[in-house]
Structure formats: structure tokens, C-alpha cells
């Protein structure tokens, strides 16, 4: 089963080199993958200067949902059978991994999802109020649709089979990226699953940017997002076969 740890990187200057060591240090067996979303506090300099990882750099910031679906594209490229993402802002645990990929190889999943809400945690009171309260109407609302259980629609630690992704067409670049990725995977029939991760939030005041500080806002964004998804008639379609790509991967 081979793995790439995928980590988007926009400003965590603070946290990179920590959390990369740390994430090392949990996935032996795998590869790294850094996404440089147009950094502007050096954090592109700190990743250039680790010569066991991959990096991908855009020039400006593209958004989240973009330097996801890079990462899907660069392992499907490369020949990955799992792409795991996580946050290069300490709020995802690595020593997490391993129990991703314990799941990922039952073989009875295509999407794992990490949850910070499945457990009662005294963390809790250090999210915002607005934050927690427009992941659970997300959560409710996809749950309603699709028949789903999930807990905790909105966290970007999670494990992909890549032979799924493949039937899928993500183009939402920003953080409203989840709710195209959900409806899509459940139209795909892909299956998932959720285990509990540890809730870590060490910065509440920091921003979406674009206006989606504002809470009404941002959720009219994701429902406007979610809607135009559920309405689209064309539905997801296949990614394109692997290929050579450049990268500096074993298959390619």
C-alpha cells in the first residue's frame, strides 16, 4: 500500500519544521508531500531546505480546495494507492497516521475521516462558537441528504483511496471545498468512514480572509456552494489516467 502524506502550507512558518519532523517521525513507510499555497512569511524557504520531501509551490495563494486537489492529482500521477492530508498548523496530530492507515488497509473504505466531535473533549470551549455551529448544520444537512453519519464535515485530516478519487471532478478551490468533495464522493459511492481524532486549536482568532470572517457569509457561501453542487447535472467524471508527470516519484 503506498502512501503520500499530503500537508497544504500557507504562512505556517511557526509550525512547519515541527510539524514535518513530527510527521516523519509516524509515517516511515510513507512519502511527503508539501503544498506551498503562495506563502509569503518564508515558509517556502524553510520546505526548500528539506531535501526528503516533495514540494509543490504556487506562486500566489490558490486557495485550500486547491492545493487538495493538487495533492490528489500528484498521487494519482505517481502511483500512490492513499493520499493522507493533514494541516501544517499543529491542529492534526501525526501521531495519528498510523491508525489511517491501519483502516486504510482493511480495504473496506474508500474516504476516512478524521472527527474532533465523536468524543466529548474539554477542548471544545477554545472553538469559536460560529465555528462549531456552522460545522454542525453542514454535518446535519449532509447527514439528512445523503444518509450519512458523519460527525465533523469540515476536517482536513483524512485518508483517500486514490482509485476513488479518480471518479471524481473537484474544482471549488477555496474552503468551501468540502462541500463539493461530499456530495461528489457520496454520488460516487464511495465508501466511508470516520474515526476520532484529537480536538487541537491553539489560535481561535484566525481568519478565512475573502469576507469569510464574517460567519453569515461564509455559510451562505457553503450552502450557496453545496446547492450549485446538488444541482450540477453533470456529476463527477473520471479523472484522467495516470501518466508520466515529472515528479520525482519512484513509478514515474
Not at 491542529?91 to 492507515?101: E, G, M, S
Request: with cysteine; aromatic share 8%.
Amino acid at each position: 500500500m503506498k502512501t503520500l502524506i499530503a500537508i497544504p502550507v500557507h504562512n505556517e512558518g511557526k509550525y512547519l519544521a515541527g510539524i514535518l519532523e513530527r510527521v516523519r517521525q509516524y509515517s516511515q513507510d510513507c512519502d511527503i508531500l508539501a503544498i506551498d499555497d503562495g506563502s509569503t512569511d518564508g515558509s517556502g524557504r524553510i520546505l526548500q531546505q528539506m531535501s526528503d520531501i516533495a514540494v509543490l509551490t504556487h506562486e500566489k495563494n490558490l486557495g485550500y480546495g486547491r492545493t487538495i486537489t493538487d495533492a490528489f492529482e500528484y498521487a494519482d500521477q505517481c502511483g500512490y494507492d492513499w493520499v493522507i492530508t493533514l494541516d501544517a498548523d499543529e491542529q492534526h496530530d501525526p501521531r495519528r497516521i498510523p491508525d489511517f492507515l491501519r483502516m486504510a488497509a482493511l480495504g473496506d473504505a474508500d474516504i476516512i475521516s478524521g472527527s474532533r466531535y465523536m468524543r466529548e473533549d474539554p477542548q471544545f470551549a477554545q472553538v469559536p462558537g460560529e465555528r462549531r455551529q456552522i460545522n454542525h448544520l453542514i454535518t446535519v444537512l449532509l447527514n439528512q441528504m445523503f444518509g450519512l453519519s458523519l460527525t465533523d464535515s469540515f476536517c482536513g485530516f483524512k485518508a483517500h483511496r486514490v482509485a476513488g478519487l479518480r471518479r471524481l471532478r473537484l474544482t471549488v478551490p477555496g474552503y468551501a471545498f468540502p462541500m463539493q468533495f461530499w456530495v461528489q464522493a457520496v454520488r460516487a459511492g464511495l465508501r466511508i468512514k470516520e474515526i476520532p481524532i484529537q480536538l487541537i486549536y491553539h489560535d481561535p482568532s484566525r481568519q478565512f480572509g475573502g469576507g469569510l470572517d464574517d460567519a453569515a457569509i461564509r455559510l451562505r457561501h457553503y450552502i450557496e456552494v453545496l446547492v450549485s453542487e446538488l444541482t450540477d447535472p453533470v456529476g463527477p467524471v473520471s479523472m484522467p489516467e495516470r501518466s508520466t508527470c515529472g515528479c520525482p516519484c519512484s513509478p514515474c
